[in-house]
């Protein structure tokens, strides 16, 4: 990876379709919604809140339960899913494997309630785990209805650690101490009889931050969160006035303390260490949080936890947050993913890891380098890596091009390759078989145009053409983890390309599972083109063989089926995470066969979902109806990368006699 790619940048947006007015109080009932997940378009999703509610109630718990944030990890996901997450997660699994920063960015219209949900479960569709571990991943959160205002440049950062016990004891000695040696450490100004304001009350604290002469660019504020009027969560400070009780102000009263002015504001960051800082009380509430107070008066930058903070764990989130942004000098994506580590390292009997909420725009460089000075806005976009196109033809010869009119945003801002041609329908098409060998040996060569484009870094594959089904498996074998696109050939429109209309519900991939007593062969049958007959398949691999027989199949197939990108991956996702499930590590498995009727972008999906190095050895057999028996030939994908002298990877069945 280059040094400082830019990074991945997807926002999910989403709005609301009814009046603000009729959802306070909220009414815990299904609600509708638009999703976008950028550049795709807008999708109507709906989200059950009363099935909501009982989940959200687990992560009041001192520690919700891995099965439980399960749950509600897998109901976020089902609730955006219609808006084609799938692509998106997709180009996130490329981004991480190379290394380059992802930024996800949740942005709600007309949908407060929204905010209130913890995306931070969102899951991953290629192994299930949470993408806020990822060392390169950021999530954070962005209101469209905050005021346009740049922070104010100034010539030194100075932070500003302010604490109240008003509401009850806090780590204030532990918090001063990790700041002290963060700033000592990367030498940064940091006068504790200036910058440290003790017993802190609402007019204390305003007039701090209004000072010129050193002005706070970075506020660490320390208290207790509270319950106020009408169920908002508010903080508790020391009062202005000695002897008066301690003052609860909800965002409200402090946004009118803190920024009554309407010029800008010098603060970069705001880190509130108090419980439910990120928290509004309830869904779609008028006041919301504290910490979207803050974002929406133009702090770049702000840190809150949306539910109780332990002591402990504050102090953890303090050095972790400070050594990586001042000592270390790294961004807060990197910083914030340090401090969950942390947390969920030191604090695995608490939540504070997954409580972390972080508002910032998604527009300005400002909020990721709160120490840093102020960049200056890029003028020319960063360049993209050359587009190769690869070409395959076995079964038939292809005589069109993708072209940016295909795949727009594949091809926007690329320099585009000639193309490489496979050109394999010369020596084995019209079922020339006894070439077979040779023309394997040549896909899968080491030297050859395939593997020398797969491991080529910094570029982007688009594979399409009409290959044998064993062979577009191959490919997608030696492609393995590689990022390719692949783009499926439109029947109607005589174009490589997909359907980007608005999104039609497609058939699912039903699976079914027969086990058998003997035998120690898995056969994976996938019937999306055609339906593959367990008649036709017995010619050459008997039921006494099969342990285990999985069917992925259409209620009814057809040719062209597969029309949409997303379609593609959730149906390539289906057939990956079953076949793990059920073949992958178990030794009773010696080898795996595949008969299947499908497009060619489901057969290369097929073959990387076979390079998992945990299944036994995965055969391929081809089908023509003109043959006897239909399935005359089978690649053995293993023996086809090994490239061994001596060991043919193709078998030809003889007819029977």
Known sequence: ?????????ITLELCGTQSPETLYPFPWKKQRYLARCTPGRSIPVELRWSTLREQLKTLLRVTPGSRDLKRLSETLRGFIQPAEWILAEEKIRYALKIGQPVHITVCSNNADELYYLPWELLPTNFNGQLLVGEKNYLLRYECKDRPIREPVASPQGRILFAWSEAGGGVPKDGHLDELRDACAAAQFPFIEEEDVLDHVSPRRLAEKLSE?????????LLCHGSKVDDDAYGLVFDP????????????????????????GSPLRLVTLCACQGGDSGMPAHPLGSIARMFHV?????????????????????????????????????TALSSARKKLQRE???????????????ADSPAALTPFSALPGTPTVPAARGDLVLICHESLKQTHVTPTEADAPELFAQRHVRPKILIDQYQVIGERRWENLEQEVARLAARDGALWTAFAERDTEILYYGFPYVP?????????????????????????FTWQTDAVAAHPSLEVVARHGETGSAARVRVSISNEVRPEDCVQVLPDSDIRLDLHFQLSTPERGIVRREAQLLEYAQTIRQTIDRNIGGKPEFTSIHVFAAVPVSIAFHLGRALAYTGLPECFAYNYNADDVPRYKWCLSLKAAKAAIPKQPSITVFPSPS
């Open 240 to 263: 202005s006035e000695e002897g008066d009780e301690p003052e609860r102000l909800d965002q409200w009263q402090l946004a009118n303390l803190l920024f009554s002015s309407r010029s």
């Open 347 to 361: 604090h695995s009997s608490s939540s504070d890891w997954l409580s972390l909420q972080f508002y910032a725009p």
């Open 297 to 333: 008066q133009g702090v770049p930058a702000v840190i809150a936890s949306r539910m109780p903070l332990t002591c402990a764990g504050s102090t953890t989130l303090t050095r972790a947050l400070y050594q990586s942004l001042l000592v270390q000098q790294e961004d807060l994506c």
């Open 1 to 9: 990876m280059p040094p400082n790619q830019a990074p991945l940048e």
């Open 471 to 495: 062979l577009a498996m191959l490919a997608g074998y030696l492609a393995d983890s590689r990022p390719v696109h692949v783009l499926e050939h439109d029947r109607t429109r005589q174009r």
């Open 212 to 220: 010129t002469a050193r002005p706070v660019t970075a506020l660490h």
